[in-house]
């Protein structure tokens, strides 16, 4: 059973830039959920996805977007990249909405 | 709001001393509560979870937690910690069913040999 893969493992921008950061879910899992970890703090909820469509969403701006695909994989965009921006991004997936969430290795974005 | 909160920051054990790292969630409707740990240069790999019945749950590698309605909390503990437990452990709660992991700050845990 393959787990949560991340892509690309680091990430390097300029402010201004836009970013897509990409996870495939673990095998059998049609929910997918974004976070982002600052560092030494908790992860911050962004976004779900299920079935393709949008299933929640946490205090971020219209600048994070996301989309799953038919395959349950997922993209996570980020425009306008700002220099609070940078962090570590953690996709997670889980058999449902409500199930517990297992998580990828994420990808860290950096903002110069 | 829905939050969760865990006491300590960082915590420094010898090996074979016992642990309880506290959690705290506030009212927020049904809950399911998890434990997260995190070791040095690793992803996030889920400990334990609550969702009903039996509030004594056992996870992986030895932990276990209660989930003590009354005082909103779901402690974590070991019996015996490990030089190989060193890592940040997150307790964390899904509220109504929803999508919406809610993460505590993080506890760090140093266990010296």
């Known amino acids: 059973e393959t787990g949560v893969t991340q892509s690309p493992t680091h990430l390097i921008k300029t402010r201004g830039q836009q970013v897509t950061l990409r996870c495939s879910s673990q095998?059998?899992?049609?929910?997918v959920s974004w976070y982002q970890q600052a560092l030494g703090q908790g992860p911050q909820f962004i976004f779900q996805y299920y079935r393709e469509e949008e299933n929640g969403r946490g205090n971020f701006p219209p600048r994070f977007s996301g989309l799953q695909f038919p395959n349950y994989s997922s993209e996570l965009n980020v425009n306008a990249l700002e220099l609070d921006d940078s962090a570590l991004y953690l996709c997670?997936?889980?058999?449902?909405?409500?199930?517990?969430?297992?998580f990828g290795p994420g990808t860290r974005l950096t903002v110069t | 709001a829905q939050s969760v909160s865990q006491h300590n920051h960082h915590v420094i054990l010898s090996e074979a001393a016992s642990l309880e790292l506290g959690c705290n969630y506030s009212y927020g409707g049904t809950v399911n509560l998890f434990w997260y740990v995190q070791y040095p240069g690793q992803h996030l790999q889920l400990l334990l979870k609550?969702?009903?019945?039996?509030?004594l749950v056992k996870g992986i590698k030895g932990f276990e937690a209660e989930f003590i309605k009354s005082k909103f909390s779901f402690n974590l503990r070991k019996p015996s910690v490990q030089w190989s437990d060193t890592a940040e452990y997150f307790c964390a709660a899904l509220y109504n069913q929803g999508g919406k992991l809610i993460f505590g700050q993080g506890t760090e845990l140093s266990v010296k040999p």
């Open positions: 095998s059998g899992h049609n929910t």
């Open positions: 609550y969702f009903s019945g039996d509030p």
């Open positions: 997670a997936s889980s058999l449902e909405p409500g199930a517990e969430q297992y």
